[in-house]
């Protein structure tokens, strides 16, 4: 259908090129006034509009924070607005974003008063630009702070205003510019002929006689420059919202009517700008949706059967439940602009005979459907990948990669980004160099490059297998949010990142099983369990320079890991944004780093609570952590020399460690709360993700391993599983920090000791005579029950013990420490002691037996001692949650905590965060 006769239309010019003098000019402006600012502040323009030659985005490098751009400090929400406001204004004057082609012109400025903050804890101030009091139509900027409240970046279409004056009272009617709306509009449709909706449902055609429809004013405020007018609705469903606004025609302001029309079904509905002086229709789009297209696809691969799917998909077959608060209205946009494999998001085309040829649809009552003949030909390979690549663009675009970001758009919306860089997917009917491939430049507005090939040793083509699709997509994701990818680490994430992708997105833990027709995929492993290596691996076998799709499969495993640990759902957010977060050439522990800074973005913009957050982080650093990436993890940048291997999840210093009375396992517990099981451990709660009076100093385990009891060092007693809280015997306020929590041998009670050697008694707990007179200020560092519950040693740092009640009496140690005490532990039988310090040192009392230390200093210091059932070994226990092991003691791996077992009832959590936690993490 000629574009004249469209009922879509935009007569705009949206690719006009930006000669080379106003690309000079723009950046001359910038550094005028990065030559105002401090040192290490400077303003930089990113992309230019093609539509306005003006800036559609600029960033602030340093943080802007000067010339009037605002305060350093952390600002009130509201004042945002105003620093926004004035941060354009001052560029403007500077000729930077072009508003005003006079500099003595003052630009019109109406900001939203709402400021909103993304995932990223940025906060979002969008302005929309005026002139003469009216709007002027798609014409806004949004003005971006950092989480210290400084200017970071501003993105979006402002048009140039004229100098002198152009006419600003429009000479075509409010009822001329309705009746061309209608003729439009209503000509348009009937044009198209009979459509159905997705239910195969006749949708009516508009039967209206035009010619009888004289449009009337309902009313009208002539005071308001802008002029809104209500037209009554006649034969239509609604009456007719105006108003009039500035219409940028390539580089030229017209004054020109909005027209809203409603169709006389209720749900159709278009808005239209008509011209105010020569009455045409300048500009004219649905505000409604639906069903536009459809195709018969494979879900998932060539081995399923295929089904009639909706074009755009249904929001069910998206993985992702939860909607984002600033989705667009027109969300999401057609998928097909014509009736072939082209629109928006994607262009596929095949190879035929030298050329190129699109899958062609038909009309099936009145909506365009694409069901090839073949359903294992060519025709079919370009529906699937256009089917996947637009299904792929959509699931991201609700993750947070938009036109700002670079995604991949033929059209942007209000002039966000640069467009025109929608993805070229190209199809060869054998085989192809790589098999499949994607090149993606890191400039927005290239369009990146899709081949898909067949793989000849099974006759099986990758345009039928989403999990190859997904994977060379991802490709330009991560090209685009993070840069370049270039260093041996670099390049293994790449790969990684797109295999998890492609297995996150189907819920698998191989990837291109079917078109290899093999169930274990093109990887060496499959990303389970069974995974063997980890990060400590690099450099060495098969993880090796020139190996980055080797190398990619650690990452892989790691970031599915954080999948079982937190959900896919809010793991792929985590993604989106530490990729958006991660340098260029980014190291796996750089983006792993990134990873938590986005889960800390989320967690100070409110939008998980504190508890979700904790949780959420254990899960994060148990998984990084189970491939060799905890927090003293290191590497020469993103190289593969220098690399160590941590498996330690914590990030918080380890207090003390708690052992089952069977031996099989044992607790850990951090200054904030959380609770690291081991072995045959079980989770039962923890206190990490509140707000803590203090820090927790200690852990005890119930005789019957089903329950723990946390200390912290204000003397808050928390209780999980099978262990119960007791009151205290005495009203005595505590006298000093509390370092040391024991409890009874029958759990009937447990004494809280201090640091000035106060003990406090709890339930059945017996009260020797204190030894408080003998001990110096501040000086104790733990306790030790007798196993008989009738008395206690103390121990201060410099390792003398303290006995009381049935307590035998123990000797001072001989000669000067190394390194101060930090922990003593008894033998079962309560006839020998243990004594750890904090360099690793031992020291035995009684019928203890030294079994060893460390050799070599440890790289933190030991925090705990626990003995073994029988007391033939014992364990040291480091602030980094390592554990030296001696005698019988066994080594237990971490189990982390997954949030899909937290029970998370009475919490103050969010619905968000509850759907996000209720889902059901992939394999």
Excluded at 253 to 280: C, F, H, K, S
Excluded at 880 to 885: E, I, L, T, V
């Amino acid at each position: 259908m000629s574009s004249e006769f469209a009922l879509e239309v935009d007569r705009r010019t949206h690719d006009r090129p930006i000669p080379t003098d106003r690309m000079h000019f723009l950046a001359d402006r910038a550094a005028d006034v990065s030559r105002q600012l401090p040192s290490g502040q400077r303003v930089l323009i990113d992309a230019v509009d093609n539509l306005t030659g003006n800036p559609s985005r600029l960033t602030f490098e340093g943080g802007v924070s000067g010339a009037g751009f605002g305060p350093t400090d952390q600002p009130e929400r509201e004042s945002y607005v105003a620093r926004a406001v004035d941060a354009l204004r001052e560029l403007d004057q500077f000729g930077v974003l072009g508003m005003t082609a006079d500099p003595a012109q003052e630009p019109e400025l109406a900001p939203e008063l709402q400021p909103t903050r993304t995932s990223g804890d940025r906060t979002l101030v969008t302005v929309r630009q005026e002139y003469k009091d009216r709007e002027v139509f798609d014409s806004a900027k949004t003005v971006h702070f950092d989480g210290t409240g400084r200017l970071a970046a501003m993105s979006g279409r402002f048009v140039t205003t004229p100098v002198g004056e152009i006419p600003e009272t429009p000479s075509v009617s409010v009822e001329t510019a309705v009746r061309a709306t209608v003729q439009h509009v209503v000509g348009a449709r009937q044009r198209q002929g009979e459509t159905v909706d997705e239910f195969g449902e006749t949708m009516d055609l508009p039967d209206i006689d035009l010619d009888a429809f004289e449009p009337s004013v309902l009313g009208a405020f002539d005071e308001i420059r802008s002029r809104p007018t209500l037209v009554a609705a006649g034969p239509f469903g609604e009456p007719f919202k105006c108003k009039t606004l500035w219409f940028d025609l390539d580089g030229e302001l017209r004054l020109a009517w909005e027209v809203r029309v409603t169709m006389p079904n209720g749900v159709e509905q278009y808005r239209a700008i008509v011209d105010a002086t020569d009455e045409r229709v300048l500009y004219c789009k649905p505000l409604h949706w639906e069903v536009g297209a459809r195709g018969h696809v494979y879900p998932e691969d060539g081995g399923q059967d295929r089904e009639l799917r909706p074009f755009p998909e249904e929001f069910g077959r998206i993985p992702t439940d939860v909607l984002p608060d600033d989705l667009p209205s027109e969300f999401p946009v057609d998928w097909v602009d014509g009736d072939v494999t082209a629109g928006n998001n994607v262009d596929v085309q095949v190879t035929v005979d030298g050329g190129w040829e699109y899958a062609a649809g038909t009309d099936r009552d009145g909506v365009l459907t694409f069901d090839p003949d073949d359903a294992d030909g060519s025709d079919q390979f370009a529906v699937n990948a256009f089917y996947w690549c637009n299904l792929l663009h959509d699931y991201f675009y609700l993750l947070g990669f938009r036109e700002e970001d670079g995604n991949f758009q033929q059209r942007n919306r209000e002039g966000r980004g640069v467009p025109g860089d929608h993805v070229r997917t190209r199809i060869f009917p054998g085989r192809v160099w790589g098999t499949a491939n994607m090149r993606t430049e890191v400039a927005d507005g290239h369009g990146p490059i899709m081949q898909l090939g067949e793989v000849t040793r099974t006759g099986r083509h990758t345009a039928l297998d989403l999990s190859v699709v997904g994977h060379e997509w991802a490709h330009g994701l991560t090209r685009r949010l993070i840069g370049a990818l270039d260093a041996p680490q670099s390049r293994g994430l790449a790969e990684g990142c797109s295999d998890y992708v492609a297995c996150t997105f189907m819920d698998e833990v191989v990837a291109g099983s079917w078109v290899l027709d093999d169930p274990d995929g093109m990887r060496e492993y499959r990303y389970d369990e069974s995974f063997p290596d980890d990060f400590g691996d690099l450099g060495t076998g098969r993880y090796t320079t020139g190996s980055e799709h080797n190398i990619g499969e650690i990452w892989c495993a790691a970031l599915l890991e954080v999948n079982r640990n937190v959900g896919h759902e809010l793991a792929m957010q985590l993604f989106v944004d530490a990729c958006k977060i991660a340098p260029e050439n980014p190291s796996m522990l750089d983006l792993r780093d990134a990873f938590v800074t986005a889960l800390d973005d989320l967690a100070a913009s409110g939008e998980l609570s504190p508890v979700v957050a904790y949780a959420v982080r254990r899960g994060l650093w148990a998984a990084f952590a189970k491939f060799g990436m905890g927090p003293l993890a290191t590497s020469n940048g993103a190289q593969l020399s220098g690399v160590a291997a941590d498996h330690y999840e914590t990030e918080s210093g380890i207090t003390a460690m708690a052992p089952l009375e069977s031996g099989t396992g044992y607790w850990y517990v951090d200054d904030a709360g959380g609770v690291y099981r081991h072995g045959d451990a079980a989770f039962h709660g923890w206190a990490g993700g509140y707000e803590l009076p203090a820090p927790v100093v200690d852990i005890a385990g119930t005789n019957t391993d089903d329950g723990y009891w946390l200390a912290g060092a204000d003397g808050s007693v928390y209780p999980f599983g099978d262990a119960t809280a007791f009151a205290p015997q005495s009203n005595r306020q505590f006298d000093g920090a509390v370092v040391a929590f024991g409890a009874t041998p029958d759990d009937s009670g447990y004494w809280l000791a201090t640091e000035n050697g106060d003990v406090h008694a709890y339930g059945q707990a017996v009260s020797p005579p204190s030894v408080r007179d003998r001990v110096a200020d501040g000086s104790i560092v733990d306790m030790e029950p007798t196993p008989d519950g009738g008395g206690y040693w103390l121990a201060d740092a410099s390792g003398t013990v303290l006995s009381a009640g049935t307590a035998p009496a123990v000797d001072t140690v001989t000669g000067a420490p190394s390194a101060p005490l930090s922990a003593m532990a008894a033998l079962p039988s309560g006839r020998g002691l243990f004594l750890a310090y904090e360099d690793g040192t031992v020291v035995t009392f009684g019928g203890a037996v030294n079994l060893g230390q460390p050799q070599d200093p440890p790289y933190t210091p030991v925090v705990d001692v626990a003995v073994t059932p029988n007391g033939n070994g014992y364990w040291l226990c480091c602030a980094d949650g390592y554990a030296y092991r001696f005698g019988n003691a066994q080594r237990y791996p971490a189990r982390p905590v997954r949030t899909d077992t937290i029970d998370f009832t009475g919490t103050d959590i969010t619905d968000r965060e509850r759907r996000l936690l209720e889902e059901t993490p992939t394999a």
